[in-house]
């Protein structure tokens, strides 16, 4: 019997998903009280979501799945700088950390977007040589 690519795509999800999920609910708190359903609906869609910005891979994901956690599913409608980094055609690794980098500082002062841009700025400017 030979699987077809779009089984072989959707076996890699769901494995992702599960070890993503026991990863979240070991690490992130309160993640773990929501119904296994629920959280499984909430990765699927970060999963989605993220690989719509090209972010690709399990850090690039679980990172963006962190900033969906934390801010909201609208987050990176608060910066048109965040949302001109996921557009870019920067490689993953560059834009996952300005994408944290923003993301733990609005963590830190949800009300300070000015300073998170400024991180961001420098995290894309610290990841150049890469």
Known sequence: MKLRTEQMELIANSRFIEKL???FCR???GFSDMADKDRCNFLFGCLH????????TEQGVASYALGVWWLGADFEEKSRYLQTLLASGFPEVRKVYAMNEWVSAVVGAPDDIASADE???QG???TSAW
Do not use: I, N, T
């Not at 993220?50 to 690709?56: G, M, S």
């Open 119 to 121: 991180k961001l700025r």
């Open 124 to 126: 894309v400017y610290l």
């Open 21 to 23: 999920d026991a990863a």
């Open 49 to 56: 979501s993220a690989r719509e910005k090209h972010l690709l």
């Open 27 to 29: 690490d992130v708190p």
